[in-house]
């Protein structure tokens, strides 16, 4: 099934924001899809893996300030933080809510995304009727313990991952972590490197050659400004959410700890479930995307009709 999504924009908050979205929307449920990262834009993965959802919902993916589409150069005056991509988002949803005449929508993110759309249900309840949480983040200082754990169960040599320096260089040292978790295949389960997720944007019709570079500045400089910040995210105190939660989980997830995620879904007491993908790591949406599809599509029927 191939997408009909388009490619839009829209200025908000003085910034230009480019976005996909169904061209067949009628009366149907307003999905908007919150982008890993920071930094990793995604239009082409979600046109690709998840276009069946198109059928069933009003499908946005919004390629956040300074990622992918939406790529400008950060200057350090403009004073950038989490809240700065909050504030974009709240005025989209706006924008969204009024052009298609509707009152609230649902929020799916995905890793980084997971830690805006959290931090969205908290601050507007009421503009969301449900919220999907894909690879998400917990406690970041708590998962940087666990990748370690997981890296010396699969490495013969520690020499490297003792080497890593989270004293005076934590923001370089979970980078490499980080890198070293994808290359012994705990990021996309059974794989070491992203390559299943880099054809679909050489493939791309919407991302020029230019875009394509576009999103590699977009992804190394939304990572300079905001990886320092996802460090400290920390909602393992927070059980309690006026929206009903769903986690897609990876059951071979070492990126961003599935356990971890699972043992907070344990102590939520608002309405929370977890959906298992057996056969992914930290890509469900997009390893396993005809079961990520249907499960969503089940999930949120009664929304549908």
Same mark, same amino acid.
């Given at each position: 099934m191939s997408s009909t999504s388009v490619i839009e924009n829209v200025e908000i908050n003085g910034t230009k924001l480019y976005f996909s979205i169904s061209s067949k929307q009628g009366r149907k449920p307003i999905i908007l899809y919150l982008h890993g990262g920071p930094?990793?834009?995604? &239009?082409?993965?979600?046109?690709?893996?998840?276009?069946?959802?198109?059928?069933?919902?009003?499908?946005?993916?919004?390629?956040?300030?300074?990622?992918?589409?939406?790529?400008?150069?950060?200057?350090?005056?403009?004073?950038?933080? &989490?809240?700065?991509?909050?504030?974009?988002?709240?005025?989209?949803?706006?924008?969204?809510?009024?052009?298609?005449?509707?009152?609230?929508?649902?929020?799916?993110?995905?890793?980084?995304?997971?830690?805006?759309?959290?931090?969205?249900?908290?601050?507007?309840?009421?503009?969301v009727t449900e919220y999907i949480g894909i690879g998400q983040v917990v406690n970041m200082k708590k998962n940087i313990a666990l990748q370690k754990a997981f890296l010396r169960t699969k490495m013969k040599n520690t020499a490297k991952?003792?080497?890593?320096?989270?004293?005076?260089?934590?923001?370089?040292?979970?980078?490499?972590?980080?890198?070293? &978790?994808?290359?012994?295949?705990?990021?996309?389960?059974?794989?070491?490197?992203?390559?299943?997720?880099?054809?679909?944007?050489?493939?791309?019709?919407?991302?020029?050659?230019?875009?394509?570079?576009?999103?590699?500045?977009?992804?190394?400089?939304?990572?300079?400004?905001?990886?320092?910040?996802?460090?400290?995210?920390?909602?393992?105190?927070?059980l309690h959410f006026a929206v009903p939660i769903t986690f897609c989980e990876g059951r071979h997830d070492h990126h961003v700890s599935s356990q971890l995620t699972a043992e907070y879904a344990a102590k939520i007491t608002s309405p929370c479930n977890i959906i298992w993908f057996d056969h992914s790591g930290h890509f469900p949406q997009w390893e396993e995307p005809t079961k990520f599809n249907q499960e969503i599509i089940g999930l949120l029927k009664p929304q549908a009709n």
């Amino acid at each position: 099934m191939s997408s009909t999504s388009v490619i839009e924009n829209v200025e908000i908050n003085g910034t230009k924001l480019y976005f996909s979205i169904s061209s067949k929307q009628g009366r149907k449920p307003i999905i908007l899809y919150l982008h890993g990262g920071p930094g990793d834009a995604c &239009i082409p993965l979600t046109k690709k893996f998840n276009s069946e959802l198109e059928d069933h919902f009003i499908f946005v993916n919004l390629e956040q300030r300074g990622s992918g589409l939406s790529y400008y150069k950060f200057s350090p005056e403009e004073n950038l933080s &989490i809240n700065t991509i909050l504030a974009d988002i709240h005025q989209f949803v706006l924008y969204l809510l009024k052009r298609l005449k509707q009152d609230k929508l649902i929020i799916m993110g995905h890793s980084w995304g997971t830690v805006l759309g959290l931090y969205f249900i908290q601050k507007y309840p009421e503009l969301v009727t449900e919220y999907i949480g894909i690879g998400q983040v917990v406690n970041m200082k708590k998962n940087i313990a666990l990748q370690k754990a997981f890296l010396r169960t699969k490495m013969k040599n520690t020499a490297k991952l003792d080497q890593l320096d989270f004293v005076h260089e934590p923001t370089k040292a979970s980078l490499k972590l980080t890198k070293m &978790i994808v290359a012994y295949g705990g990021s996309i389960y059974g794989a070491k490197n992203y390559r299943k997720l880099i054809g679909p944007f050489i493939s791309a019709k919407d991302y020029s050659f230019k875009d394509l570079i576009h999103r590699l500045q977009g992804s190394k400089q939304s990572i300079q400004y905001f990886w320092e910040k996802l460090m400290d995210v920390n909602f393992e105190n927070i059980l309690h959410f006026a929206v009903p939660i769903t986690f897609c989980e990876g059951r071979h997830d070492h990126h961003v700890s599935s356990q971890l995620t699972a043992e907070y879904a344990a102590k939520i007491t608002s309405p929370c479930n977890i959906i298992w993908f057996d056969h992914s790591g930290h890509f469900p949406q997009w390893e396993e995307p005809t079961k990520f599809n249907q499960e969503i599509i089940g999930l949120l029927k009664p929304q549908a009709n």
